[in-house]
């Protein structure tokens, strides 16, 4: 497509729960980057993929966080057994060249109740 | 720690004047990229401008343009003939010591009236 393209767009989901979040970046783009945004902050490095590198998950919070990304293409943040505190729009983005600037998908709003 | 500081969290304009936005960084490293991001309504975040740390030439894009000031760590955003589609949050990011995440500041939320 032509642009990131995330889903789901709002995912309100109970806390213990999983939940599961697409990322799909634009064709031909190598780095894929997801961000948290909580209410009122900036945003909030989580984790970076390159090629078939192996992923920086530097900035994951806690190990109820996983993310991977198939066939260098289409990327699935996880939490696992969600919290409150995880309420946040994630966005994902990708891009040529690191320093090239971002492309950004529209973001996940996840309410965690 | 790198951190990106913007010291207004609400700005206002009228339509067609112009308006800057502040940010201040921090970073010890001499060669980096600094972006502005536009963030409307709709949470897609959108590369406004971006700046070379080593490129002394202030970056422009059509209304939006830089003022750079390498030794200032200060790094503003001027909007010119303000329209009503540029309401939103303005978002100031640094590149990190990685070489690929962006540290971001809090953001500005700017209001343009009629």
């Known amino acids: 497509g032509a642009g990131v393209s995330q889903s789901p767009s709002n995912k309100v989901t109970e806390k213990g729960k999983d939940v599961e979040l697409r990322c799909d970046p634009i064709s031909g783009h190598t780095a894929l980057y997801w961000y948290r945004q909580s209410l009122g902050q900036g945003l909030e490095f989580l984790i970076y993929?390159?090629?078939?590198?192996?992923?920086?998950k530097s900035g994951l919070p806690s190990d109820r966080f996983s993310a991977e990304r198939t066939g260098g293409s289409v990327s699935t943040l996880t939490i696992q057994r969600t919290q409150q505190e995880d309420s946040a729009v994630y966005l994902c983005?990708?891009?040529?060249?690191?320093?090239?600037?971002?492309?950004f998908g529209s973001g996940t709003r996840l309410t965690v109740v | 720690a790198q951190t990106v500081t913007q010291s207004q969290p609400e700005m206002s304009v009228q339509e067609a004047e112009t308006v800057t936005l502040s940010c201040t960084y921090d970073t010890s490293e001499s060669d980096y990229y600094l972006f502005w991001y536009k963030q409307p309504p709709s949470r897609q975040m959108i590369l406004v401008i971006r700046?070379?740390?080593?490129?002394?030439q202030n970056a422009t894009e059509n209304r939006f343009s830089v003022n750079f000031q390498k030794a200032a760590k200060s790094f503003s955003l001027k909007i010119s003939d303000s329209q009503l589609g540029d309401a939103a949050m303005y978002f100031c990011?640094?590149?990190?010591?990685?070489?690929?995440?962006?540290?971001f500041g809090k953001g500005t939320s700017l209001l343009v009236t009629p």
């Open positions: 990011a640094q590149e990190t010591n990685s070489g690929y995440a962006l540290n």
């Open positions: 983005a990708s891009s040529f060249k690191e320093t090239s600037g971002y492309t």
């Open positions: 993929f390159q090629g078939n590198s192996a992923p920086d």
């Open positions: 700046q070379e740390a080593y490129k002394q």
